[in-house]
């Protein structure tokens, strides 16, 4: 009987009829309590619909996910019927994936970021549903900052000086491990993220422009790469040319580190019951690149999409509307810190009691700064890699800022074919 309802539910739900058997796959990331996050959902949209939903566990790491998807999506498989994809691959992965407007109404599309629901749209069609959006953020330690009568940092060379005396002073006061500042340096997509962060701050732009032209070779961003190779062995550990978000989340959350770059969703483990640093963890927006500069914090995040090759669209359209609604927002907004991509939850009293920085920050996620990947289209993912190879050889000491990026300028340059992209 109950089978018979859900089942009646379903067809009422999908508009249409639903072949008996029918399965689902969603591929989650798996950052913190990510994955556990989605298996919750997406077990309650099964037990309304009785539909068996498999979940899929994809590298942590943005760039490998990418691979592994452009591999699938290639050989047409219908393994997967939804995927987690980044707020920067749409352009690219848009010819293996379905226009969303078709099943999802456009009042509730409506409700969403308009920015996002752009970004997502590329030729007329919604390949994506925003779920989460994120900007990079600085979190510190208030406790150590008290301690040592700081103010969160307002320019990169304050923090650079105040990581390298409170770094210092807590290593003579016996804590050795002690590291001043922890971020993401290892060659991949958020070493990218996190070099824009430090250029755009100093006003040296965001490598191509939205004109299509190649800007990295410029005085200021030489100067923000400079300052960011200077911290390496001072006030950031040689390993840190090896870390990603969870490596750092590793070193701050242990109490091993005054400041961090990192995204939203290390608040909520960082002040989970367990965890070494809770209640003493502030959040503000990433510090100025100096009087001239702003501050300064990438969009990051992550969009449903269902694939072409699922031989169920309109049930996999159901469940992405049902994983990106306000309710399941809501819920990720308040356990996990996710930022809603519906800005009326950002008025929310309980996402706010929950995550209060959603509130005072949030500016900073409306304006948080883009990479260059709607203008570069599908030779995004070559042009991120370009970068932050560079910028690695830099922060590694290999090449100074100096002799690195007018190389990389020409290199881009050639890629863009005069800026066409
Ligand atoms: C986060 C962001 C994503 C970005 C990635 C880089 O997952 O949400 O947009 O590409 O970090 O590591």
Redesign the pocket.
């Known amino acids: 009987m109950r089978r018979m309802a859900l089942t009646l539910l379903l067809v009422l739900f999908c508009g249409g009829v639903v072949a008996e058997n029918a399965s689902l796959s969603i591929s989650c ?1 798996a ?1 913190g309590v990510e994955l556990q996050l989605c298996q919750q959902g997406v077990d309650h949209w099964s037990s309304q619909t009785g539909v068996e939903v498999n979940i899929v566990s994809t590298p942590n ?2 760039s490998e996910r990418f691979a592994l998807y452009q591999q699938i999506l290639a050989s047409r498989s219908s393994d997967i019927d939804i995927l987690q994809i ?3 691959w749409p352009g690219t992965l848009a010819p293996h994936l379905i226009d969303l407007s078709a099943y999802i109404d456009k009042d509730l599309t409506r409700q969403y970021f308009k920015t996002l629901i752009t970004n997502n749209t590329i030729d007329d069609r919604l390949v994506a549903m925003p779920w989460f959006t ?1 900007a990079g953020v600085l979190y510190y330690r208030s406790d150590l900052l008290e301690k040592y009568e700081f103010n969160p940092p307002e320019t990169w060379r304050q923090l650079t000086s105040m990581a390298r005396h409170i770094q210092n002073a807590e290593r003579e006061a016996g804590s050795p491990r002690m590291q001043g500042f922890v971020f ?1 340096a290892k060659g ?3 070493l ?2 996190n070099a824009l962060e430090w250029i755009d701050s100093f006003g040296g732009g965001t490598l191509v422009n939205q004109r299509g032209d190649v800007t990295i070779g410029n005085p200021r961003a030489i100067a923000a790469l400079d300052l960011a190779a200077s911290w390496i062995g001072d006030i950031a550990p040689q390993g840190v040319l090896n870390y ?2 969870e490596q750092s989340r590793g070193v701050f959350q242990s109490g091993n580190a005054v400041f961090m770059r990192n ?1 939203p969703y290390a608040w909520a483990l960082g002040n989970a019951a367990d965890s070494p640093v809770r209640g003493q963890i502030g959040v503000v927006a990433l510090p100025r690149g100096g009087d001239q500069g702003h501050h300064s914090g990438v ?4 969009q449903l999409a269902v694939s072409k090759y699922s031989k169920h669209p309109q049930l996999a359209a159901n469940l992405v509307q049902y994983l990106t609604s306000y309710a399941e927002q809501k819920r990720r907004a308040t356990v996990g810190s996710y930022n809603p991509t519906i800005p009326e939850l950002y008025r929310d009293p309980d996402v706010l009691k929950a995550t209060p920085f959603l509130g005072t920050l949030y500016k900073s996620f409306e304006q948080a700064v883009a990479r260059p990947s709607r203008i570069t289209g599908d030779q995004y993912a070559r042009v991120s890699a370009e970068f932050y190879y560079a910028v690695h050889e830099v922060l590694a000491g290999k090449k100074s800022a100096a002799a690195a990026l007018p190389g990389l300028q020409r290199k881009l340059e050639r890629l863009s074919r005069g800026g066409q992209w």
């Open positions: 990331g950052l790491s943005s980044d707020v920067v994120v993401q991949y997509e958020g990218t993220c990603d978000e995204w969009l990051g995040g992550w």
